[in-house]
C-alpha cells in the first residue's frame, strides 16, 4: 500500500519483572496489613493510629474501641474536624482537660517521642478510665512524618490500688510513728532497717543515724553479745518475747522488753522488734518490793498478836510475835485451825471476836484471859473482803493486856483505900468546918451584939437628952392637971374623974417611954417580966384607947383563937402596952374610915402570935 510500517520492539522483561514485584508487594502489604490488624486487636492495649501529619484521621483498636465506646469506623481524633470528633469523652490531665495539639499521638505525628504518658477519660456519666502509654511517629521514605501511633493500657483499678496502697502505707506510717513502744526493723546481721519515730526520741538519736547503726551499738555489752544467737532463735522459732536493755544516746540505761517476731520486709526476711520501755513498770516493781519488803518488817516489828485468817478459821499467815508466842514458825502456823492452835479446842468459841464476825461480817472486839497466850488480851477481829465485797477472812489482832489488867487492879485497890482515906479525911474536915462554922456564928453574933450596942448606947445618949428635955413639960403638965382637978366645982363632979384618970394615965404612960428611952441600950433586967394574961392585957388597952378617941372611925375587934385563961406571956407589961399601941395605931392609920379593925390572939406551941389587921 506504499505505506512504511515500522515495528519497534521494546524489552519490558524489566518492566514485567517490576509489575510482578509490584504486585508481590501488594500482595505483601495486604498480607502483612492483615496480619497487622489481628495483631492490633490481640495486643491487650489500646492502639491509637493517626493516619495523616495532622492527626485529623484517627482509628483504633477493638481495645480502643471497647475502651472509649467507638465504633471501628468512628474517627477517634480529637483534631478531626467537629463533625467527626467523638463527644462522649474529654480528655484530662491533673484536673484540667488536655488540648488536641498536647495528646501524646498528636505530639507524635509532629515527629516527637511520647513516654509514660498518663491521661484521665472522662466520660459523659462521670466515669472516669485513667490510661498510661507511649507514642511513635510515622515516618514517610524520606523520613518526614506522615502520622503517628501510640499504645495505651487502662491503669484505673492498679491506680486505684495504688492510691489505696499509698494510703494504707501513710495510714501504717502514721501508726508506726504513732505507737509509744519503739518498733525496731533489724536485718538478719543487725543492721538497723527501719525504725518508728518513738525509737528516735526515747534513744535521742535521728532516724538517719539510727540506720547507720546496728542492734549491737545500743545494746549493753552484756546484751549486745547475745544479739546474733537471739537472732538465730528468733529466726527458728518465729517469735520471742525477752527482757533487755538499751542505751540512749545522752548514757541513760533503759530497761525493756522485747516482743520480736520474722517478716518479710521488701522482701527479704527481717525480725521486726517492739521495744517496751520498763522504766516505770521496773520502778513500780521496786516500789511493790520495798512496800512489800516495809510492810513485812512492820507486820512482824508490831508486838501485838496478828494472824490473817480465812473463813475456815484456818492461819493464812502470822507475824513473828504470834508465832513466838505460840512457840512455832509462821510457817508452822500456816493451814492449822486458830481456835486448837490459840485456844486448844476442837471448835469455836461462841464468843470469839472472830466467830462473831464471820457471824455478821462486823468487827469485834472482846477482852479475853488466855492461858496459852499466857496474860490477859484485848482481841480484836476485822473483815477482809474482795474485789466483790465478799467476806474471805480476817485480821485476829491480841493486844496484851495483862499489865493494864495489873494496873487496873492496883488501882482499883489504891482508889478504894483513898476513897476510905478521902471519906475519913472528909468526916474530919467535916466535924472541924461546923466547929469552925460555929465559931464564926458565934463570933458574928457577939460582932452583931457588940455592933447593936454601941447603936442602942449611942441611941441612949440621945434618947437621955430627949427625955430630959420631955419630963419636965409632963411634971408641968400633971402638975397643973392636978392642981386644976383639986377644984371643989371639978372634984366634985364624978363625970370628970374618966378625963383625969386617962390624963393621968398618958402622963404616966410619956413618963414610962422617957424612962425607956433611958434605959435604951441596956439589957431588960429579968426582973421586969412578969406574967401578964393577954385577954385582959388587951381589953385594958382598947379600953384606954377609946377613951384617947383613937378609934372614934373605927370598931376594935379582938379575935381569940382558944380561951383567954390560956394565953399568958412572960413580959414588961409597960414595953408589951407600947408595942400593942405601936400596931394598933399603924393599923387605924392605913385602914379606910368606918372599916373595922381585928386583932387576932393565937398560941402556937409555946408561942402566941398577935395579928393586927
Known amino acids: 500500500s506504499g505505506r512504511e510500517r515500522r515495528i519497534v520492539v521494546v524489552d519490558i522483561t524489566e518492566r514485567k519483572r517490576a509489575e510482578d514485584e509490584v504486585w508481590a508487594a501488594k500482595s505483601d502489604a495486604e498480607w502483612y496489613g492483615a496480619e497487622m490488624a489481628v495483631l492490633l486487636d490481640a495486643v491487650p492495649a489500646a492502639v491509637l493510629i493517626a493516619h495523616d501529619a495532622e492527626c485529623r484521621h484517627m482509628s483504633g483498636s477493638r481495645v480502643a474501641q471497647d475502651l472509649l465506646g467507638l465504633s471501628a469506623t468512628a474517627n477517634f481524633s480529637k483534631a478531626a474536624p467537629p463533625s467527626e470528633r467523638p463527644a462522649n469523652f474529654i480528655l484530662m490531665k491533673d484536673g484540667r482537660e488536655v488540648p488536641a495539639e498536647q495528646l501524646p499521638v498528636e505530639m507524635a505525628a509532629r515527629g516527637q517521642e511520647v513516654r509514660d504518658f498518663d491521661l484521665d477519660i472522662v466520660f459523659a456519666d462521670g466515669t472516669i478510665r485513667t490510661i498510661f502509654g507511649n507514642a511513635e511517629p510515622l515516618l514517610d521514605t524520606s523520613g518526614r512524618p506522615r502520622g503517628a501511633i501510640g499504645a495505651f493500657i487502662d491503669i484505673t483499678e492498679w491506680k486505684q490500688a495504688e492510691a489505696s496502697r499509698l494510703r494504707s502505707e501513710a495510714n501504717f506510717r502514721t501508726i508506726f510513728n504513732a505507737v509509744l513502744d519503739a518498733i525496731l526493723i533489724i536485718a538478719l546481721d543487725g543492721r538497723f532497717l527501719e525504725i518508728n519515730d ?64 520474722m517478716i518479710l520486709f521488701q522482701n527479704n526476711p527481717a525480725v521486726l522488734s517492739v521495744a517496751r520501755d520498763l522504766t516505770e513498770r521496773k520502778q513500780m516493781e521496786e516500789a511493790l518490793r520495798q512496800a512489800k519488803e516495809d510492810w513485812e518488817l512492820t507486820f512482824n516489828a508490831v508486838p501485838d498478836l496478828i494472824a490473817i485468817l480465812d473463813a475456815e478459821f484456818r492461819i493464812v499467815r502470822v507475824n ?32 470469839c471476836p472472830y466467830n462473831q464476825m464471820l457471824g455478821d461480817g462486823s468487827a469485834h472486839s472482846a477482852d479475853v484471859c488466855e492461858a496459852l497466850l499466857g496474860g490477859d488480851y484485848c482481841v480484836t477481829a476485822s473483815p477482809l473482803l474482795d474485789q466483790e465485797g465478799k467476806l474471805i477472812g480476817g485480821v485476829h489482832v491480841a493486844h496484851n493486856i495483862t499489865e493494864i489488867k495489873l494496873t487496873e487492879k492496883l488501882l482499883k485497890e489504891a482508889n478504894e483505900l483513898l476513897e476510905k482515906r478521902v471519906e475519913e479525911r472528909t468526916s474530919k474536915l467535916t466535924e472541924a468546918y461546923s466547929l469552925l462554922e460555929e465559931k464564926i456564928i458565934s463570933q458574928k453574933m457577939l460582932e452583931q451584939k457588940l455592933l447593936e450596942a454601941k447603936k442602942l448606947e449611942a441611941i441612949g445618949q440621945l434618947a437621955a437628952g430627949v427625955a430630959h428635955e420631955v419630963r419636965n413639960p409632963l411634971n408641968a403638965i400633971l402638975s397643973i392637971t392636978e392642981a386644976l382637978f383639986r377644984e371643989n366645982d371639978i372634984e366634985e363632979n364624978p363625970k370628970y374623974e374618966p378625963y383625969i384618970h386617962h390624963i393621968r394615965a398618958q402622963v404616966g404612960r410619956l413618963t414610962q417611954l422617957m424612962n425607956d428611952l433611958l434605959e435604951l441600950g441596956k439589957p431588960i433586967p429579968a426582973s421586969s417580966l412578969h406574967p401578964v394574961q393577954l385577954h385582959q392585957f388587951c381589953s385594958d388597952t382598947i379600953s384606954l384607947l377609946s377613951t384617947s378617941g383613937l378609934l372614934k372611925n373605927h370598931r376594935l375587934l379582938v379575935i381569940l383563937d382558944r380561951e383567954p385563961v390560956d394565953m399568958w406571956v412572960l413580959a414588961d407589961s409597960v414595953k408589951l402596952q407600947q408595942v400593942l399601941f405601936n400596931i394598933i395605931e399603924n393599923a387605924v392609920q392605913h385602914s379606910t374610915q368606918g372599916s373595922d379593925i381585928e386583932l387576932c390572939l393565937k398560941k402556937e406551941g409555946s408561942t402566941v402570935t398577935e395579928k393586927g389587921m
Do not use: W
Open 320 to 351: 513473828s510475835a504470834m508465832a513466838n508466842q505460840l512457840g512455832l514458825t509462821p510457817d508452822e502456823c500456816k493451814g492449822k485451825r486458830c481456835f486448837a492452835t490459840i485456844h486448844g479446842t476442837s471448835e469455836p468459841q461462841s464468843l
Open 198 to 261: 518513738s525509737a528516735c526520741r526515747r534513744l535521742g538519736y535521728s532516724k538517719d543515724e539510727l540506720l547507720a547503726m546496728t542492734v549491737m551499738d545500743i545494746d549493753p555489752p552484756e546484751y549486745a553479745e547475745l544479739v546474733p544467737a537471739r537472732i538465730r532463735e528468733i529466726t527458728e522459732k518465729g517469735s520471742m518475747v525477752f527482757e533487755s536493755a538499751h542505751i540512749a544516746k545522752d548514757g541513760r540505761r533503759i530497761p525493756i522488753e522485747l516482743n520480736s517476731r
